[in-house]
């Protein structure tokens, strides 16, 4: 029988219950077991495709098109799996499934009521995921935290999972707050007990408490809690602050957590194989070089909205036993001087008019100072722009997204958007394939001439401009397969020595052990600029010693 463990959060939000589901899953999974993971958010949107970055961080994109929390990102980057769109539960899902069966007359002659008809669908929603994926364990994270009003019905529902699963076969790990205060410096576990007992007022006792701190969980704060909170003292977990999110999993291992959950689940498994996952950790956090590369964006002041940026370069940079530095630059306070020194350049996603042309400026600055420059879906689109104003002279040269008056929209509306009146999913979403020209850079780094990545965007490069965009040197190495969209523009290596873009989003497909071709690629072209700097800077200087005083 299918085992669930849910993850639920106390106190305050933003501890890490992502991550702690992620490391989790990770765990039992280098056990042998087949794992995969839900995320329930109790906000009414049906989806996350509406949400500003600034309120709920990234968007994530799956291969169906599903746009989730960005917690799934965490759960396929640390899993390694592709995830649907199933594994994000929404209030607006729920509310929206039940409504559309009491129209169809499914309910017929019943009140229509929060027990049990919306907590009967949460947990069909759940046993849903768990019969498609026959998994041996699904573990379902709970946004929010335990007395949030909008979080009622989900906590009720894994209540009652409880109680007709049985015991043997549901687990509740709560993450909580474990704070120190600057005037005693004493570990303080009063948010932890009135955590767990407002847990335990909804009919729920956790087995497992995981303490989140900045340092590790003394001997004395782990059985202080243990007594409170009435669980084992092996069962109470610290959580403290790492330098890298991929050390959580070794951090739980290390105090047997995993041996916790399979012997309170009643499983057996194979040993545990983390031998990869430890590789990578050596690469980055022991690295022998650091690159740093200036991220241009609208959402710089909440780094949440480029989460998977982030992770894609520490993926990339960690085969290389190098270390990123990020260098946050505000598109709409984009000046030249601010990209001094860096030794590349990154141009992410975004929508509408703000910022535009802080992008278009950064991406001219590193197409003509020879800057490593990677361009992901907007990027893309700006760096056409840009090309076109600069390279072909058209000075009007815009998108149609924001300047639908322009002579030479190189960028416009996709002919099958034009009609759709509603934003929510109806962009062109998930897993498209791409085809990739040979002999270009896109292709030397995939190392093939079909790939598939994942996509959410509603506007392309214009088709009538293609030809004029081409004769003036720009290469579209990767197209959809009928030739009709534009996928990848690159610059060719006489002209550049890494200029490429794509309207596709490779961060969402990057694994630890598995970075991203155009990441890699990126990496790759700082670290040569890097090395030519260090070489023009030592020759620089000897030839000053070399010469005669007040030469």
Known sequence: MTKYLFVTGGVLSGLGKGITTASIGLLLKAR???????????????????????????????????????????????????????????????YKAVIEKERRGEYLGQTVQIIPHITDEIKASIERVAERTEADVVIVELGGTVGDIESMPFLEATRQMHQERGHENVLFVHTTLVPVLGAVGEQKTKPTQHSVKELRALGIQPDVIIGRSSEPLKDEIKRKISLFCDVPTEAVISNPDVELIYQVPLVLEEQ?????????????????????????????????????????????DLKDSYVSYVEALTHAAARYRTKVRIRWIEASRYRDELMEGVDGLIVPVGFGHRGAEGK???????RT???????????????????????????????????????????????????????????RLGAYPVAIAPGTLAHRLYGKTQISERHRHRYEVNPQYIAELE?????????????????????????????????????????????????????????????????????????????????
């Open 256 to 300: 047997g957590l995993t041996d916790y959950l399979l012997q309170r689940l009643g499983l057996t498994t194979s040993d545990r194989d983390l031998t990869e996952w430890k590789e990578f950790l050596e690469n980055a956090l022991h690295p022998e070089r650091t690159v740093e590369i200036a991220l241009v964006g609208k959402y710089t």
């Open 369 to 427: 100072r020879k800057l490593p420059f990677l361009g992901i879906c907007y990027g893309f689109q700006m760096a056409v722009v840009e090309f076109a104003r600069h390279v072909l002279g058209w000075e009007d040269a815009n998108s149609a997204e924001f300047d639908a008056r322009t002579e030479h929209p190189v960028i416009d509306l996709m002919p099958e958007q034009k009609g759709v009146k509603e934003l929510g999913a109806t962009m």
């Open 32 to 94: 042998g077991l087949r794992v995969t993971a839900i995320k329930i958010d109790p906000y009414l949107n049906c989806d996350a495709g509406t949400m500003n970055p600034y309120q709920h961080g990234e968007v994530f994109v799956l291969d169906d098109g599903g746009e989730v929390d960005m917690d799934l990102g965490s759960y396929e980057r640390f899993l390694d799996v592709n995830l649907t769109s199933d594994h994000n539960i929404t209030t607006g899902k729920v």
């Open 471 to 551: 004769k003036a040197g720009l290469v579209f190495s990767g197209r959809s397969p009928d030739g009709r969209r534009m996928e990848i523009a690159e610059l060719p290596p006489e002209e550049h020595p890494f200029f490429l873009a794509s309207q596709f989003h490779p961060e969402f497909k990057s694994r630890p052990t598995q970075p991203r071709p155009l990441f890699l690629g990126l990496i790759e072209a700082c670290l040569a600029r890097s090395q030519r700097t260090e070489t023009a800077t030592e020759t620089q200087a000897k030839g000053a010693a070399a010469s005669p005083s007040g030469a």
């Open 360 to 366: 278009i400026e950064a991406i001219r600055y590193a």
